[in-house]
């Protein structure tokens, strides 16, 4: 066996040298800084390419004044949300070459300032606010702050870029499909009616029934919790009166998972009797239903990579419009309808 010692890093020497220009201009080129003409520029991203040339982080943040790595702070410590969001901001950023460095608040004020203090004394480039609630604020004002923030599934200021998903839109999605699977009987079972996504998804649920020309009874919204159990009281409760839905749309995948359970105790064939249809696409509980759970996938990799896009050109000076961004979500067709 033949073994090597390790491999010389390539240089912005070696760099400058294959491309037939100065150390001087490659940086500038490399950076995306100073004047450099199309054509030299794509001749020294080549000779990079072709080199195998990684740029040094810290000398690229000594030269523009840059740390490469962006703070991402979050309440959602049990990561159900936070975690596809986290994945979608690195993928947003690796072309960049910024890293994330995470920090979980819980709901406490003092450990998420104390998180922030940490961010800056690292000169963070910015910061990315995320949750498990898209109308709760998280324990701490990062308004006024040194460096940008971009807001994703979580509340913020009018002022700053704040991205969720678009609750109704994946609301009429659902009810669209279900009515074109020839259901007409539909009943939405959700959750706390303290949750703002839980109002507007039943304005959305109503608003959708009755562009199709369909009835809605005020029982047809059944808040509830977010939970498999409610899925099942919910079952129990239309079941034992004489006017039973056929199409069943659900406030998240666990409720829905539930209805389903509930649905075969009773020998109800789903999607023959009865189609259902969830919201959120958490593959884990979608996948392992029984049938197969068609839901909305709230996209939320593509929230978090738009997110880590819009920090960027707030980091390098670019206009970004600000307010609330409502990204599509998506209608993921399954076994269940």
Not at 38 to 43: I, P
Not at 185 to 191: M, P, Q
């Amino acid at each position: 066996m033949i073994v090597t010692g390790p491999r010389t890093r390539v240089t912005i020497y070696d760099v400058a040298a294959a491309a037939g220009v100065s150390t001087a201009t490659a940086s500038k080129a490399l950076n995306e800084t100073g004047r450099v003409s199309k054509e030299t520029r794509a001749r020294i991203r080549k000779a990079a390419s072709d080199l195998g040339f990684r740029p040094n982080s810290l000398a690229r943040s000594l030269t523009r004044k840059r740390s490469f790595t962006v703070g991402l702070l979050t309440d959602d410590t049990y990561g159900r949300f936070t975690l596809p969001v986290m994945a979608g901001i690195s993928e947003g950023l690796i072309d960049h070459g910024v890293s994330v460095f995470l920090c979980a608040i819980e709901d406490n004020p003092e450990l998420a300032g104390t998180h922030v203090d940490a961010m800056l004394d690292k000169q963070i480039d910015g910061i990315i606010a995320t949750g498990k609630r898209v109308d709760r604020t998280l324990p701490v004002d990062l308004t006024h702050l040194p460096v940008p923030v971009v807001y994703a599934l979580t509340a913020g200021p009018a002022d700053a870029v704040t991205l969720v998903p678009d609750d109704m839109q994946g609301t009429r999605d659902a009810v669209g499909h279900l009515v074109g699977q020839g259901r007409s009987r539909i009943v939405h079972i959700t959750g706390p009616t303290s949750f703002r996504v839980v109002e507007e998804r039943a304005t959305a649920f109503t608003e959708a029934m009755q562009a199709a020309g369909l009835p809605v009874q005020t029982s047809a919204v059944m808040p509830g919790s977010w939970s498999e159990r409610w899925g099942h009281e919910a079952v129990e409760a239309l079941w034992s009166s004489s006017d039973r839905p056929d199409g069943i749309f659900c406030g998240n995948d666990q409720i829905a998972r539930g209805v389903i359970d509930a649905l075969r105790e009773r020998r109800v064939d789903v999607p023959q009797d009865v189609s259902v249809v969830g919201f959120d696409n958490w593959e884990i509980v979608a996948e392992q239903t029984r049938p197969p759970l068609t839901t909305i996938d709230m996209n939320l990799k593509e929230l978090g990579r738009q997110a880590g896009q819009a920090l960027v050109r707030l980091v390098n000076g670019e206009t970004v419009e600000t307010g609330l961004w409502r990204l599509p979500c998506t209608l993921v067709v399954r076994g269940s309808s």
